[in-house]
C-alpha cells in the first residue's frame, strides 16, 4: 500500500521550487502517494507560468530539465498531485478553479492535513 506524502511548498527561490518537485517525484516514482500543495509566493509562480524562473546558469550547463515538465510527468505517469489550499488561493490574490490555475484540486486545509497523517509531511 502506498504511503501518503504530503510536501507543502511556501519558499519562494528556484532552489525550493527544484527541490520540493524533485523530493515529490521521486517519492511518487518509489509508489508513494504524492501531494505537493502550493502556497503564497510558490502557488502564484505556478499559477502565473513562472515556476521554472529563476534557475541558474549551472542547471542548463547540468542538464536540468524544467522542473514545471518534471511535475507534468509525475502528474501525467506516477499520479503525483498538484494541490492548493482554498484559502491559499485567496491569499495569494488569484482566483478561478483548480483547472484555470493549472492545478490537481483545490483542498482545504484540514483535507490536506488528514492527507499527510500516517505519511510523511515535508515543508520547504
Known amino acids: 500500500m502506498a504511503s501518503p506524502a504530503l510536501f507543502l511548498l511556501r519558499s519562494t527561490g ?7 518537485a524533485t523530493l515529490a517525484a521521486t517519492a511518487a516514482a518509489l509508489g508513494d502517494d504524492v501531494r505537493l500543495a502550493l502556497f503564497f509566493d ?5 499559477a502565473l507560468d513562472r515556476f521554472d524562473e529563476g534557475a541558474p546558469h549551472e ?3 547540468a542538464g536540468v530539465p ?9 502528474r501525467a505517469h506516477l499520479g503525483l498531485r498538484v494541490v492548493a489550499c482554498d484559502t491559499a488561493v485567496r491569499l495569494a490574490g488569484l482566483s478561478g478553479d483548480a483547472a ?5 484540486a483545490i483542498e482545504s486545509l484540514p483535507a490536506l492535513w488528514r492527507f499527510g497523517r500516517g505519511g510523511a509531511v515535508v515543508s520547504i
Open 14 to 20: 528556484w532552489e525550493a521550487r527544484y527541490q520540493a
Open 42 to 46: 510558490a502557488l502564484r509562480a505556478w
Open 59 to 61: 542547471a542548463a550547463a
Open 66 to 74: 524544467s522542473i514545471r515538465e518534471t511535475l507534468d510527468e509525475a
Open 100 to 104: 484555470a490555475l493549472g492545478l490537481d
